[in-house]
Every structure is written in structure tokens, then in C-alpha cells.
């Protein structure tokens, strides 16, 4: 009698189990209309289908076939290093409270260097005029993103990231229904404009954007939707002091470009090709020190003087030839990057087009060129976020005219805005979810890869992560040391991103995926002041051994798991 019980028990498991793969396989066939049923809702929600949202192009714009392949045909380089461990996560630390009562709070367990907040005393209700299509000096600059901050504390946070080399405030303004402080599960998205203090376009776009995403709250849904479900991080002016010296007016040249100490700040990264030698100046710092304690999913550079949206690799192994173009530099997310820029480049009034700017100057076919396939470069920023923190960052150059006169701030405006805004709802493609122990706590720093991609990311302290993917199949990993490595296969739709939620149980020896602890080598980790990835120096340490899961247990948790990555997905 034992005996058939448990036949028919095990019998029912397998079922149940080989039930949910099924229906996660059929749920990831990509051209079928059931995509767009109402079941189809993650625990996200789907963009809200309004009449607001006839002005928006579909997400669903055609893609090469090449992206709907396996996984295992997707082209692989050789292993990037991962992240380095995210610390505390930096907004945390914008809260109500601390904005009321101190300009200055520090950050210790991060940086010694203080994290500046906006004082709101003083502040009047002006900032409800709209922001006028001139230049903006820091000074004007400033006052107006703290009148409009202090007018607008249900979406807004402004905080600055460190000073300029001339004791500037690199200002960020955070625009979200939530801007206090991190919401589980949803994304961090960044816009970073005059990196060149010479390319004030951007700047103004920067801040219109603010503006835009803020006062259409409560009229635009699909604006109302991003700002719920993301917090957009919006850095004016990465350089301005550079600024301050560049002239209205000047398309070309190189006045302004540069930091106070005469630095291209796009140059001062660290580079994963070649070693920069270049001196760190206090804004690369800052802003380094900034994506390490914010995982940001995507992001992109505000850049002028050509039409074009670039994307990584902007350095190349070839570095005998720094100074031609070459051919592309491929990242192991090659056909994500080149989405982000076409999407871009197909909302912009014009950029699509790809027409030169001038006789003789380069043009980009869909609007749309790889970083080193135009001109390789090395320390640049779009690189160093992708390889050092994760994040998926492209390049737009937003105008053919650096510095441009204020007349023509309107026409800009008018074709980048929908870009702009259509661009951070792209952090909601792909893969989500949490990453837990068997006791359900959180896991922080657990290195994930999507398998085919050697180009790994981690997780934050909330045990979060996020992978922007286009529609196909994959297979995830995720490894932290002392655990047993986990594997999960998922699909990826266009219609939202997928939910898988993974479990990582406690070791009982030493052994992992990639062998014993000493022989672990695809992994490393950056220590502080470090130019390179340096190899990690895994060590043991005496830890108490813990129950390890049965078969039955191990296979009961995974169906849990997957029975709630199921619901998730299907009914949100």
C-alpha cells in the first residue's frame, strides 16, 4: 500500500511539474496574439492602453529575425568580469526627513565623501512657470531645480553625486512617484547630459525632460505608468564647469569641452581594452562612485554634435588603430544595444533617417552606428557602465550643432521628447525577479549570467536583478559563493518582461559549478582604486554545515518556485 502511495504521489509531482514547463514553453512562442490577452499581466502590469498612448509608437517594432534564435546561437566573447558589489543602495538615503532637516548626509559605509542634498528653506513656488527655451547658466541652473523640487516633492528628489573640479554640484534630479526611497522590483534608470561642458543641447533637453515627465503626471498614462513602475535619474550637467566657458553659437571646437583642469571626461574612465593612464578627475570619481551604489538597469549619454545613436563597444582590441574607424566592437549583448539605438533613433523626428550632417561628415544607416565601427576611443563612460556595474547604456548625440542658439531649444525639444520618454520604458524588457535563500531572505551580490552571454551582473541587496532581453529563449545562472549554483530556462515576450523568481540553497563542501573554490577563474571583482579587473582570491571560511535538500525536498522546492514564477507571470 506504501508502495503505490508514493508511486502515485510521485507520479502527481512529475505532472504537476512537467504541467508548468509546458506552459511556460507555450507562453514563450513569439508571434502569437494570445501575447496581448488580458491574462498576459506580470506583477509589473502592462502599459495602460489608452487613447494617451496614440502618440507613442508600439514597442513591437519589427525586429531582425537573428534575435529570435536560441540562446546558444547568440554570439559569445570571451568573459567580461561582473560588477563590482553593489554597496548600500544611495537612494535610500534621500528620505523626507533628511531633506528637511540637513543639506549634507554622509554616506560612510560607502564613500567618506559627503552626499550633498538640496535645502528646501527658501524655496518658492515659481518653479509652476514653465521653464523657458533659453540657456542655463549653474547658477540659473540650480535655483530653478530647486524651486521645482520643493514645488514638487510627490515626484521629485534632488540630490547632487560630488562637486566639479571648481566646487559645482553635480546635480541629479530624481522624477518618480516614489523619489525618496528604492521600490522592490522596479527599476533604476539614468540620463547623464553635458558630459562635454560644450554640448550644452543636451543640457536643456535634460531638463525640459524633468519638466515634461513631472507636469504630465496626471494627464499622460503611459507617463503615469513609467513613473510608478521606475525611478528615472536625471544628471543635468556631468560638466559644469566646462560649460561656463563654451559659447552659444559654435557648432564645432572644442572650447568648453574639457573639465576645469583641461580632462575629456569621456575619456577618463576606466577602460576594459586598454589601460587608461589618465588622471581621475573629481566628476569621473563621482560619477563612478555613483552607479556603484545605484544599479542602474539602463541608461544613456545626452551628447551633441551629429544625429546618430551609438552604442557599445566604443573601444576596440585593436588599439593600433585607435584613431580610424573600424569595424564594430561586438558586446555578448550586441542585438539588446542595437535595439535600445534603433528604438531610439525610430522615435526622434528625424534621426532614423540618417542623413549626414554635412558634405563630407559620416552618415549612420537607420540612424544608428556602433560606438568603435565610427571612431574607437578608450575611458569612455557608455563602456564603463556596461562592463564595471551592468548597466545597459547607449550614446545619443542629440544634435549636429554642439552649442546651437537658443531659437532653435523648441525644435529639438519637439523630436527628442518622445524618444527620451519611449527609451526608459525599455528597462521594463526581458527578465526580472528575486533571488533567495531556502528561508526566503534576500541575496545580495548573487553573480548572474544569461547563458550564451558571458557579460554577468549581481544583485542588489533586496536580492533584485533585472536583464533587458529581447523576445526568445534562455537559460539563467546564478552563482553565489557557499550556495548551490541554480539554472532556470525562460521565455522572454514583447509584451513585458518575464518574472522568475530563483531559490539558492546552502552548500555542504566546497564544490560549486565551476569546480572547487581555487579553481574558480570567470569571476571577478574590483577593489577600490583598481584600473583593471582583478581575479577574486576566493577563500574558505569555517562555516557551520547546514541541512542539505533532499531529492524529494529539492524537487517539491523547485516546483514551488516554478509554480510561482507561473502565477506570477499569468496573473500578476
Sequence with gaps: MKTAVWYTSTFVVIFIYLYCYLVQFIRGAEIRPQHHQPLLRSRLGAPPQQPALASYPSLGWPLSSAVHQHPSQHRQLPPLPPPPPPPEVFSDYLTPGNMAVSSSISVSSVSSAPVQVAPVSGIVAAANKPLDFTYHNYEDMTTWLKQFSASNPDLTALYSIGKSVQGRDLWVMVVSSSPFQHMKG?????????????????????????????????????????????????????????????????????????????????????????????????????????????????????????LVASYPFDNTPNSAYQAFASTPSQTPDDDVFHHLATLYARNHATMYQGVACKPGSPSFPNGTTNGAAWYPLTGGAQDYSYVWTGTMEITVEMACCKYPPAAELPLHWSEHRQALVRFVGEAHRGVRGFVTDGNGRPLENVAMKIKGRDAPFQTTKHGEYWRILLPGYYRIEAYKEGYEPVEDDFSVTDHHATQVNLTLFKQVDSKNAFGTLDEVSNYYSLSPGDERPNKRQPTISNKQDVPHPTGLTGLLITLRSQMDNLFTNLFG
Excluded at 561642458?197 to 504630465?216: C, D, P
Excluded at 566646462?242 to 575629456?264: K, L, M
Excluded at 577618463?268 to 544599479?295: G, H, M, V
Design 186 to 306: 522596479k527599476p533604476d534608470v539614468k540620463y547623464v547630459a553635458n558630459i562635454h561642458g560644450n554640448e550644452a543641447v543636451s543640457r536643456e533637453m535634460a531638463l525640459h525632460l524633468i519638466q515634461h515627465l513631472v507636469k504630465s503626471y496626471r494627464e499622460d498614462a503611459y507617463i503615469r505608468w513609467l513613473l510608478d513602475q521606475t525611478r528615472i535619474h536625471i544628471l543635468p550637467s556631468l560638466n559644469p564647469d566646462g560649460f561656463e566657458v563654451a559659447r552659444e553659437g559654435t557648432c564645432t571646437g572644442g572650447q568648453g569641452r574639457y573639465n576645469a583642469r583641461g580632462f575629456d571626461l569621456n575619456r577618463n574612465f576606466p577602460d576594459y581594452f586598454k589601460q587608461n593612464t589618465k588622471r581621475l578627475q573629481p566628476e569621473t570619481e563621482a560619477y563612478k562612485e555613483w552607479i556603484a551604489k545605484i544599479q542602474f538597469t539602463l541608461s544613456a549619454g545626452l551628447h551633441a554634435g551629429a
